[in-house]
């Protein structure tokens, strides 16, 4: 807990001011590692995505068959390459180092829907992946993590997430100031709750229904 605490001050730092937007917004990964472990990444990644309505297969390498996943029953309409955000921590917990995602677009925004698909077999843990939020009021809150926040879809690539209702609670009528999502957990056996793989696959990043798939260069 020691380290999240620490990496409360280091995400306050990352907002950029931009107006209200609750029609767009752009998902931008990140890390910090100050001490340089180079075991840390966080970035988009072409074909990683969960594939809604418009995924398709080719069981015999020619033709394409309709495969959309029961996970991701809605998606970007604009990521035409499938793709899907990739945090990861090498190594244990404790090493002082973050992937991150900020979501720039959202100053302003008072929150009614918040979330993401996580892809089966990544990490889904207490702390990790979660959303750090800075209102104007100048309040905090920690927004899941994974693992605490309900799960409103499931199927083959994995679970959709939303805010549980306490979270939904506790930013009600509350205007954004920054969102960042925060993976910080690695690869820990025997710490309760943050026990995983250090390593967790993200679509579909979603605040009040408007879902952005794809990284901000696209």
């Known amino acids: 807990m020691s380290l999240k605490l620490i990496c409360i001050r280091i995400m306050l730092g990352l907002a950029v001011s931009v107006s209200a937007a609750d029609s767009n917004f752009t998902v931008n990964p990140g890390v910090y590692d100050p001490a340089k472990t180079n075991v840390i990444t966080a970035g988009w990644l072409s074909g990683l995505g969960c594939p809604g ?26 990521d035409g390459k499938n793709e899907g955000l990739l945090l990861g921590k090498t190594g244990p917990t404790e090493n002082f180092a973050i992937a991150f995602a900020e979501l720039q677009g959202i100053k302003g925004t008072i929150l009614s829907e918040l979330g993401f698909d ?16 800075t209102f104007e009021d100048g309040s905090f809150l920690f927004l899941g993590g994974c693992a605490n926040m309900l799960t409103t879809s499931t199927g083959l690539y994995g679970e959709r997430k939303r805010l549980s209702a306490a979270d939904a609670a506790a930013v009600a009528g509350k205007r954004l100031a920054s969102l960042v999502i925060v993976f910080d957990e690695g690869q820990n056996t025997a710490t309760p709750g943050e ?6 696959v993200l ?11 794809r990284g901000p260069q696209k």
Not at 55 to 77: A, E, F, L, R
Not at 195 to 200: K, P, S, V
Not at 203 to 213: E, W
Request: proline residues 8%.
């Open 53 to 78: 309505p418009a995924g398709k297969i080719s069981p015999d390498g020619s033709t394409n068959t309709p495969y959309p996943d029961t996970t991701c029953v809605t998606t970007d309409s604009k």
């Open 203 to 213: 679509d579909n990043i979603t605040v009040n229904g408007v879902i952005v798939g």
């Open 118 to 133: 996580i892809r089966k077999g990544t990490h889904c843990g207490a702390g990790a992946p979660r959303f750090n939020a």
């Open 195 to 200: 026990a995983g793989n250090g390593l967790a």
